[in-house]
């Protein structure tokens, strides 16, 4: 079963709070990261609690363009990325895993919004983030 963790909003996600909640997941979202940071992206990550949803949530962006959200689970952390019907007509182009581009093409709209979700376990799952990643990025 998927268990969302970092759901208190008393406990703010530092490093020492995320290593112990990832646990051995937590070396992939270090180097996860460490790339979306890195000068190849210059992306920025910001820890915020959403009411809402009762969870902390990690918006990625580029100074006023989200690219990505991310949220915490038990063993693993999932993006969701949101695209609508002209920025996602690239999406099957790309060079990521095909149960991604089926999910995202049978998935529901959100309102005006379809999203592609992104669950990451382990360090193989990077690539498929970062492609999709590297495709919103470059979208105007």
Known sequence: METPILKDPDIV??????????????????????TLKSDTFGLSPEWRYYKDGKAWLCK??????????MSAWEGFFRLGFYFTDKTG?????LEIDPALK???????????????????HGHSD????????TYKSSLK
Do not use: H
């Open 13 to 34: 996600p530092t490093e020492d709070v995320l290593e112990n909640e990832f646990g051995e997941v937590y070396p992939v979202y270090r180097e996860f990261m460490e």
């Open 126 to 133: 990077l690539a498929d983030a970062f492609a999709v990643i």
């Open 89 to 93: 007509t690239g999406i099957p182009d």
């Open 102 to 120: 089926e999910s995202y093409r049978t998935n529901k709209p959100i309102g005006r919004l379809k999203p592609l979700v992104v669950d990451v």
């Open 60 to 69: 990625i962006s580029r100074k006023k363009k989200t690219v990505v959200w």
